[in-house]
């Protein structure tokens, strides 16, 4: 087990931290930050501030908490507008064709509509050294009006440098009314035993690493469009498919049977009814009949049998 596990260890940080409460030398192990920490480490390590955006700044006093620091959303964003009855194709992401951009003007409010999604960022620029990475997350009182902040992208890489992502949905089945003056989310910080090898910003790989205006999700150049075919008749294509898959799965093994019975029940009819060979006869007039029905059996049959 690693000293970090240890109970004895765990009791020695604490005891330390008690120890040097006043003491801004005292050492620190990898873990989350307090208030204290967080002051510790101000201007060395970790920043926090409001850039470009007029009438608003940071505050540490006020939006500094017990182990986070509160964040706000920008006033601009891009709201996601595609109709339900679309796909979302990776053409359409490429081509930025999903999005309608936005802004927050009347009263600085912002009405969320349910189940609207929209893509903004924080309103408060994140500087982070090497040796410190965070984790973003809702407020109680946010999420308990069916807000929520984020999908996934709550964690904040080592050496982070600008806004942070949030892509806010109202889960609620009402309006919900949302203020720029009041924190959405929170910021919570950690410090890691060795610093990162490097810096988010400069890592190779890093699609959103630049990002000074909201960007759209960048997941379609991990694909190559060319190879993939995303036109109306490709996908009505796939659906065809999908419905052959489903009756092949409910339909199919009970085709057989119907085929036989419609043959067979005039006969097994006779035999059980102990009829005449003329009046058995006259049973089998009625196969003729139900011949279309068989043929329509036995068509479905062999067109599920056919490999596509």
């Not at 986070?68 to 679309?86: G, M, V």
């Not at 790989?205 to 694909?223: A, F, L, M, P, W």
């Not at 075919?229 to 085709?255: C, G, H, M, Q």
């Amino acid at each position: 087990m690693s000293r970090l596990c240890t109970e004895e260890h765990i009791m020695h940080s604490f005891e330390k931290a008690e120890n040097n409460k006043n003491n801004n030398d005292r050492i620190y192990d990898a873990g989350m930050l307090s208030d204290r920490d967080i002051r510790t480490f101000w201007k060395k390590g970790i920043e926090v501030e409001v850039a470009d955006v007029q009438n608003y700044s940071f505050d540490i006093e006020k939006q500094l908490q017990h182990g986070s620091i509160d964040l706000r959303f920008r006033h601009d964003y891009k709201k996601i507008s595609i109709p339900r009855n679309q796909v979302l194709t990776f053409e359409k992401m490429k081509n930025h064709e999903y999005t309608t951009s936005g802004e927050v003007r009347k009263n600085n409010k912002l009405i969320l509509e349910p189940g609207e999604m929209i893509l903004t960022t924080t309103m408060e620029t994140v500087r982070l050294s090497e040796n410190f990475a965070g984790i973003i997350t809702g407020r109680s009182s946010i999420a308990r009006l069916g807000i929520m902040v984020h999908c996934c992208q709550e964690f904040i890489n080592p050496g982070h440098g600008q806004t942070i992502p949030l892509q806010i949905i109202n889960l609620a089945p009402c309006s919900v009314e949302l203020d720029l003056e009041v924190p959405i989310c929170q910021l919570i910080i950690f410090k890691m035993r060795t610093p990162s090898a490097e810096k988010y910003s400069t890592a190779v790989g890093s699609k959103y690493s630049k990002e000074v205006e909201i960007e759209t999700s960048k997941i379609y150049e991990e694909v190559e469009i060319s190879q993939t075919d995303t036109s109306a008749a490709t996908l009505a294509e796939r659906r065809k498919k999908v419905r052959k898959k489903n009756l092949k799965k409910y339909i199919e093994p009970f085709l057989p049977s119907v085929i036989m019975l419609t043959l067979v029940t005039p006969l097994f009819s006779g035999w059980i009814t102990n009829k005449s060979l003329e009046e058995l006869f006259v049973a089998l007039k009625g196969i003729p009949a139900a011949a279309p029905l068989i043929v329509v059996f036995l068509g479905l049959f062999i067109w599920l049998k056919k490999e596509d």
